[in-house]
């Protein structure tokens, strides 16, 4: 485990699509990755979700107290110590403007509205020597996040986290009646995971949860599934068609994936349910094997096996939950 919460360097590939803006960062930018570890496993490697530089710092702003951010680059950023002197002094100026923003936030009553707002003498010192060498950005967050219409979009919160995704879809399944299943979804969308109210992006959350109401077309029977992921773990096409027969692709994927050595599953569940939605839409229509081959094989690298599962069943449609529209 890395000991870093953050890294930082060149993209070299240019592939990776920014966690906040979902915009790809350029070949040879400069980009931040934040080092993901799971508290619910006790082992397995990290994972980095790379952003922009200037998108970082704006979930930073939105983000919790709580929330670790970067506040000394030389201990927070892996890499540092390899990044231009530019790039140095632009980001400690973000830093510095980051900082100013918490304190601002600390020292302004909640109800007191954004306009009569007045930031301290030293926060704005430090903007003026912040606009010399950074391009302006709007400022939104300069709001007071209570007055903030915005929930939803952050990616990291738990209440868009694939997993809780899955351990909802598993507690309806599991439940018998249709009005049991109707609360268990109601009462997860109003207090979210933490009971703290639900922060997730509700219409996402939807979106997954009705699959087959809203239909995307992936040109991917599970044969092709198979085809594919034989492939892509190294596996024996005809023992996965073979298990194929018990009528669980999902199952049967899952089962191969635990199994690859070529393409070994993620032990932490890391993905969001807007890395999934992203991937998702990008496998829609596509209908060159390479390209399907391309895009499962992204996704796969990033998921548990059960995470995988659960891709696979909202490809097909079927989250298996039994419940439709209208219990929902
Ligand atoms: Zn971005």
């Not at 870093?4 to 360097?9: D, N, Q």
């Not at 070949?27 to 990290?46: A, Y």
């Not at 690859?260 to 569940?269: D, F, G, I």
């Not at 490809?315 to 929902?328: E, F, W, Y």
Request: hydrophobic fraction near 30%; proline fraction near 4%; include cysteine.
């Amino acid at each position: 485990m890395s000991s870093f919460p953050f890294c930082a360097e060149y993209d070299k590939r240019g592939q990776a699509k920014c966690k906040k803006c979902k915009e790809k960062c350029e070949k040879g930018e400069l980009r931040i990755g934040k080092i993901v570890t799971n508290p619910f496993s006790e082992s397995g490697g990290d994972m980095k979700q790379w952003h922009h530089v200037n998108c970082i710092f704006e979930t930073f702003k939105r983000a919790r107290a709580t929330t670790k951010k970067i506040e000394d680059p030389v201990d927070d950023i892996e890499g540092w110590e390899n990044l231009e002197e530019d790039d140095q002094k632009k980001i400690r100026a973000l830093i510095d403007d980051l900082q100013n923003e918490i304190a601002n936030k600390k020292t302004t009553p909640k109800k007191q509205t954004p306009q009569k707002k007045t930031p301290s003498k030293a926060g704005q010192q430090q903007f003026g020597k912040k606009a010399a060498g950074t391009p302006d950005k709007p400022r939104v967050s300069r709001v007071p996040s209570a007055v903030r219409n915005d929930p939803g979009m952050d990616p990291m919160h738990k209440d868009n986290s694939f997993r809780e995704f899955r351990r909802l879809c598993a507690n309806v399944a599991e439940e018998s009646s249709y009005t049991g299943k109707t609360n268990i979804v109601a009462t997860f969308l109003k207090n979210g995971a933490n009971k703290d109210g639900f922060q997730g992006d509700l219409r996402l959350w939807v979106k997954l949860l009705l699959p087959g109401v809203i239909k995307r077309v992936y040109n991917l029977q599970s044969k092709q599934l198979i085809k594919l992921f034989s492939q892509l773990f190294n596996t024996n096409q005809e023992e996965m068609l073979e298990d194929l027969e018990q009528g669980d692709i999902a199952e049967t994927v899952r089962n191969f994936f635990e199994q690859s050595a070529m393409l070994p599953p993620v032990k932490k569940a890391t993905l969001s349910i807007q890395d999934v939605d992203q991937f998702l839409e990008e496998l829609t229509g596509m209908t060159r094997e390479e390209e399907q081959s391309y895009v499962l094989k992204k996704i796969a690298k990033r998921c548990t096996a059960n995470d995988l599962k659960m891709v696979i069943r909202l490809i097909k449609g079927d989250l298996r939950i039994n419940a439709g529209a209208k219990h929902m």
